[in-house]
């Protein structure tokens, strides 16, 4: 994973595939079925150019509710390890939560990634002493409600602040800036304007001095302008992801690798 990084400072783009491990992502044949099915869409979109997998046992989404530790744990972790049984692909873990971030580099995943920032007690000491890089998302609010009335009097000087302030706090704990990866967290306790103002400067993000991860990949935001459900918007999302690169971002977290794949090797050929 440092490797990757480096490669990413040095210029380079990297796509982390999204797999979700919630009982409605997956067919339900049982347990075993459930990690089987995992596993394949992991495999499937390592082979159509994913770097990292990241593997994700809470939903986040707006109006999502809680997962306890345990069952997020015993979603994750399992899939992690049969990922890693068959193949090298790099694996990040989308949790907030301490000991489910342990469970998860245990079992082979080899990065944390926080929406939350590393806010919950615990989870910067944590993540420094498993010594693994860290992608520090903001978020203003928490999943349940973050959408109900977002304020911001500046909303991109704002996440630039946290961001800064927040990857500060890993470094003081021990964290070393090169480990550290932000992201301004599109549909995050954001209205549509607020997006889309924090989008067209996103430049101002990616000055930071830190690697800038997108996760714009069929979201709402990208609904409203298309008018079009959450299947439809593929192409919706290349161009989100098109744009983004030209602004300064290098990790895209996406459900469509593939196609992401091909436009962003343009993007980096013709830059
Ligand atoms: C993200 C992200 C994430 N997004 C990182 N991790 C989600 N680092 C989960 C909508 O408006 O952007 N960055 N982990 C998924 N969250 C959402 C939020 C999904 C909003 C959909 C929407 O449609």
């Not at 609904?223 to 959450?230: A, E, N, S, T």
Request: net charge neutral; glycine share 8%; charged share 20%.
């Amino acid at each position: 994973m440092q490797q990757l990084l480096k490669k990413i400072r040095s210029g380079h783009f990297a796509i982390m595939g999204i797999l979700n491990i919630t009982p409605d992502s997956f067919s339900d044949g049982g347990k075993f079925d459930r990690v089987e099915a995992a596993v394949t869409h992991a495999l499937d979109m390592q082979a159509e150019g994913a770097d990292i997998i990241d593997v994700g046992g809470e939903s986040t989404r707006p109006g999502a509710t809680p997962v306890d530790e345990k069952q997020e744990i015993q979603r994750v972790v399992p899939v992690i390890e049969a990922i890693q049984a068959k193949s090298d692909v790099l694996i990040s873990v989308d949790t907030s939560k301490p000991a489910v971030m342990r469970a998860a580099i245990q079992a082979g995943a080899s990065m944390v990634n926080d929406v939350n920032a590393l806010r919950e007690r615990g989870a910067v000491e944590c993540c420094a002493d498993l010594g693994v890089p860290v992608c520090l998302m903001h978020m203003k609010g928490g999943p349940r409600t973050m959408q109900q009335n977002p304020v911001y009097e500046d909303v991109t000087g704002e996440v630039s602040g946290f961001l800064q302030q927040r990857a500060r706090v890993c470094v003081e704990a021990g964290i070393p800036k090169e480990r550290i990866v932000i992201d301004p967290g599109f549909g995050f306790g954001k209205n549509f304007e607020q997006n889309v103002t924090l989008f067209k400067q996103l430049n101002v993000i990616c000055k930071l001095n830190f690697p800038v991860l997108v996760g714009i990949s069929r979201k709402s935001m990208l609904g409203q302008i298309l008018d079009r459900p959450v299947d439809e918007r593929l192409m919706g999302s290349v161009a989100a992801a098109v744009m983004a690169y030209n602004k300064g971002a290098r990790l895209f977290r996406v459900h469509d690798v593939a196609a992401t794949h091909d436009a962003l090797q343009i993007c980096n050929a013709i830059q």
